[in-house]
């Protein structure tokens, strides 16, 4: 057990006994304890295999790699249609995580597993993802933007990939690549 981890758990304003009960579950399974993100987090031969996060609906179990688990029982959540790797459970009650306890162990040891085992998670390319109209058009338009944004690496090019095609509205979306063309031309990602 680790004393960040606890002092993490006593400070919690919501879905405390939820997440204590999580951890007591997590404790039982090979896996080492530490607070990373500012949340518990579990790992097996220094490769992260699950952590625990709270929401302000729902408090759940995320597994790193959960898209390559079995998950038998189809409890399994893609957080959003971007994640690509990363699959939770969810838990709104403690009681629902007394009764799934045994389910909840079956997919640490099948995480731990596929860590052992080395699988891996065939991630998108970056080639694969949309690019929306505006951004397309501005790409043609400025030649320099086009230049810049593909000498940025696959990670930054994907952020903002993701980040431009996000909004329904085209105002938006276009609004948004104006925003952040003079940051691509000077070499940044999103967040830089």
């Not at 057990?1 to 400070?11: E, F, G, I, Q, T």
């Not at 518990?40 to 220094?46: A, D, L, T, V």
């Not at 996060?53 to 029982?73: Q, R």
Request: glycine share 4%; hydrophobic share 40%; charged share 30%.
């Amino acid at each position: 057990m680790n004393p960040k981890v606890d002092k993490y758990l006593s400070r919690a304003k919501k879905w405390q006994k939820e997440q204590e009960k999580l951890r007591m579950i997590v404790l039982n399974c090979p896996l080492i304890e530490e607070l990373k993100w500012g949340v518990p987090c579990y790992s097996f031969q220094k490769s992260n295999i699950v952590l625990i996060h709270a929401f302000k609906e729902y408090c759940a179990l995320l597994f790193f790699k959960g898209a390559l688990l079995n998950d038998a029982n189809s409890i399994l959540i893609q957080q959003t249609q971007n994640v690509q790797s990363a699959r939770q459970i969810r838990f709104t009650n403690i009681q629902e995580i007394i009764e799934m306890e045994p389910i909840l162990k079956a997919y640490i040891y099948e995480a731990i597993e596929v860590e052992k085992v080395g699988l891996k998670v065939d991630f998108k390319k970056t080639a694969e993802f949309i690019i929306s109209e505006e951004f397309q058009k501005k790409l043609i338009e400025i030649p320099i933007l086009k230049t810049a944004f593909e000498a940025l690496t696959p990670g930054r090019q994907r952020g903002y990939y993701l980040y431009f095609s996000e909004p329904k509205q085209s105002k938006t979306r276009e609004s948004r690549v104006e925003k952040y063309m003079q940051q691509i031309l000077n070499g940044k990602g999103l967040n830089d």
